[in-house]
């Protein structure tokens, strides 16, 4: 799925919230929205912004109305700008407070100016106030950076996002997770069941297909013997039982189900959709069947329907290692034909799998 850019991506977005689309492009949105989360949460602040704008202008178009009826006082409107102005230099206001009065100000600023006073509800006039707002939040932004700056300790860790999963594909330190999970970091670690942390650094990526393939360049990491499970490279069944582990949260997560379709979001046939409850965390983390073969990655879940999540099918994963470059390779990726959870008990298979399996950790 192609990213598109903030302007276009807006327009799309208002047309969702003005309800324009039909319902399969409702969920084409909603799937975008799924695999783009940087895109997600500008729609939520875009959302809220236009709740916002919408309220501040029913307020000011009731008090112009009140207005026309009293007698006009001179500059009464300029004097509440600068009251607020006066109440921020007075009680020296918190970044939170500081942010609203910057955002109530620019609203005040631009209806007194009139600069707005035309707007109609369509998307190029949201547009042209978004860019305004903009401004605001990116000195509001700076502003808060700074603090932050002036109040961290020397000693303190880097800021890291925890919350995704990635597995092992080869012995000698592979490892595949979603594109979405890596998107943009810049430096990648893996920890695993035992704590340990390892540097990581990205080989190969295929957007489309939202995954990413890792290469573990830590000189405490060691090879293990031999992965313990297989890749099925055919389709699985339609209610075919499986399972998977991913990090949820900052410890081990089994979920059980099975599969719900053979085709992922809007027929896509290198997906499969999957009955399991799954969290935002379990990205990239394996789906596996009863027998310990992966048939998928977990890639996402479809919004306002319980327990149905999306998985690309190990077929995806087998093209795109096709596709890598061999000069991009530090070892060759040879991947196990073995599969040694075959036959064991589901909760020694877990215990095995494990030691394969890692927290996903983006700088």
Not at 5 to 26: G, H, P, R, T, V
Not at 193 to 217: C, Q, Y
Not at 293 to 314: H, L, R, Y
Request: a positive charge; one cysteine or more; hydrophobic letters at 35%.
């Amino acid at each position: 799925m192609k990213r598109l850019n903030e302007q276009d991506f807006l327009e799309w977005a208002d047309q969702y919230l003005n309800e324009e689309l039909s319902k399969s492009e409702i969920l084409q949105f909603e799937q975008y929205c799924i695999f783009f989360p940087e895109d997600a949460q500008l729609f939520r602040e875009h959302k809220e912004f236009l709740s916002i704008y919408k309220k501040n202008q029913h307020r000011n178009e009731f008090k112009k109305a009140l207005h026309q009826q009293k007698p006009k006082k001179a500059k009464k409107q300029a004097t509440q700008v600068i009251s607020l102005s006066a109440i921020w230099n007075r009680l020296k206001l918190n970044v939170a407070v500081a942010a609203a009065i910057a955002i109530v100000s620019v609203f005040s600023t631009l209806w007194l100016t009139g600069y707005y006073s035309t707007l109609k509800k369509t998307t190029s006039d949201y547009s042209a106030l978004r860019r305004d707002m903009n401004n605001v939040k990116r000195n509001v932004n700076a502003h808060n950076a700074a603090i932050r700056s002036f109040n961290k300790d020397k000693n303190s860790d880097e800021t890291t996002h925890y919350g995704a999963t990635s597995f092992m594909i080869t012995k000698s330190g592979y490892v595949v997770t979603n594109y979405h999970v890596i998107n943009g970091a810049d430096s990648i670690r893996l920890q695993n069941n035992g704590g340990e942390t390892f540097k990581a650094e990205v080989i190969f990526t295929s957007p489309e297909k939202d995954l990413a393939i890792l290469h573990i360049n830590d000189s405490s990491f060691r090879s293990v013997k031999q992965v313990p499970y297989t890749f099925k490279n055919r389709d699985s069944d339609l209610g075919e039982d499986i399972f998977t582990i991913g990090f949820p949260r900052d410890e081990a997560v089994y979920g059980q189900g099975y599969l719900s379709s053979s085709t992922g979001y809007a027929g896509d046939t290198l997906a499969y959709q999957i009955s399991i409850p799954v969290n935002p965390g379990n990205s990239g983390g394996p789906v596996l069947d009863k027998e310990g073969n992966v048939i998928g990655i977990i890639s996402g879940k479809q919004k306002g329907i319980d327990g149905a999540a999306f998985a690309i099918k190990t077929k995806a994963l087998m093209e795109t290692l096709e596709d890598i470059p061999a000069d991009l390779l530090p070892t060759e990726i040879i991947v196990s034909n073995k599969n040694t959870l075959n036959h064991l008990s589901r909760t020694e298979q877990i215990k095995r799998l494990q030691d394969y399996i890692y927290i996903v950790k983006v700088y």
